[in-house]
C-alpha cells in the first residue's frame, strides 16, 4: 500500500483480555518495527522484524508481549491478559531494508485497558 | 545506556519568530541523529537527520547539526509557521535501521 496501515486505529479492552494489533507495511519493506507511545513520551523500542523473524525483541516488556510475521509483510502484535498499564499508542513502523533511511510510520493503534 | 534529553514544552510562538528546541544525547560511539515530527492526527514523519560528527541536517526551513564535543543536535527554523505546530522527537540510532531511541517530545504551537 501506499502507506504502513495499522488497525484498529482505536481499541478498548478490558483488564485481563487478549487483544491483537495489526500492522500492514508498505509493500516490499522487509524491515518492520513496533514501538509504544505512553502520553507524554517520546516511542519505546518493542521489538523489529527482518523479513519473517524476530531480529531484536529486547524491547518486549514481559511474556504477555508478543509479535509475529509468518509471512513477512503482515505483522500482528498480540497482548494477553491485558492490564491498565498497557494503555498507550503502538505505532509501527517499516523500512526497505535493515540499515535504510528512515522508517515511515502508521498512524498507531491507541489502545486503552479499562 | 543511550539517552536523548529534549528541552520541555510547549513551546509557544508567534509565527516568523526564530525556534530553537534543544536535543542532547549519551551514547557510546557514533550515533546518528534524528529528528521526528508528528503533526496533529498524523504518524510520525523524519523531517531530518545527521549520520556523523559536523554534518547538517535540513528539510523544509529546518536545520540541526551534529555537534560531538556538546553531544548536541538542536533544531532550528529562523521563521515558523502556523502550519509548523506539532510535536518534535529528537532521537538516535547506534546503527542505521534499527532501534531508535527517541526524547520525550516538545510541543510546539505557533499562533499567527
Known amino acids: 500500500g501506499a502507506g504502513v496501515s495499522q488497525t484498529p486505529s482505536n481499541k478498548v479492552t478490558e483488564k485481563g483480555k487478549y487483544v491483537e494489533l495489526r500492522c500492514d507495511p508498505i509493500?516490499?519493506?522487509?524491515?518492520l518495527y513496533w514501538y509504544r507511545q505512553s502520553l507524554g513520551q517520546g516511542p519505546e523500542f518493542l521489538i523489529y522484524?527482518?523479513?519473517?523473524?524476530?531480529?531484536?525483541d529486547s524491547g518486549l516488556p514481559n511474556d504477555r508481549f508478543f509479535a509475529v510475521r509468518p509471512e513477512g509483510s503482515v505483522s500482528t502484535l498480540k497482548i494477553q491478559r491485558t492490564e491498565r498499564g498497557d494503555s498507550a499508542v503502538y505505532l509501527c513502523?517499516?523500512?526497505?531494508?535493515?540499515?535504510?533511511?528512515?522508517?515511515?510510520f502508521g498512524s498507531g493503534t491507541r489502545l486503552t485497558v479499562v | 545506556g543511550d539517552s536523548v534529553t529534549q528541552m520541555e514544552g510547549p513551546v509557544t510562538l508567534s509565527e516568523e519568530a526564530f525556534l530553537t528546541i534543544n536535543c542532547t544525547y549519551t551514547?557510546?560511539?557514533?550515533?546518528?541523529l534524528f529528528w521526528y515530527v508528528q503533526y496533529p492526527g498524523e504518524g510520525l514523519q523524519l523531517l531530518l537527520k545527521?549520520?556523523?560528527?559536523?554534518d547538517k541536517g535540513s528539510n523544509k526551513g529546518f536545520e540541526a547539526t551534529y555537534r560531538k564535543e556538546t553531544t548536541s543536535f538542536h533544531l532550528e527554523k529562523g521563521s515558523v509557521q502556523v502550519s509548523d505546530s506539532a510535536v518534535y522527537f529528537c532521537?538516535?540510532?547506534?546503527?542505521?535501521?534499527?532501534?531508535?531511541?527517541f526524547g520525550k517530545g516538545t510541543t510546539l504551537s505557533v499562533s499567527s
Open positions: 513502523a517499516s523500512s526497505l531494508r535493515q540499515g535504510a533511511v528512515g522508517y515511515t
Open positions: 551514547a557510546t560511539g557514533y550515533p546518528s
Open positions: 522484524f527482518q523479513g519473517t523473524g524476530a531480529a531484536d
Open positions: 532521537a538516535l540510532t547506534r546503527t542505521e535501521g534499527t532501534a531508535l531511541i
Open positions: 545527521a549520520t556523523k560528527a559536523d
Open positions: 509493500s516490499g519493506h522487509t524491515a
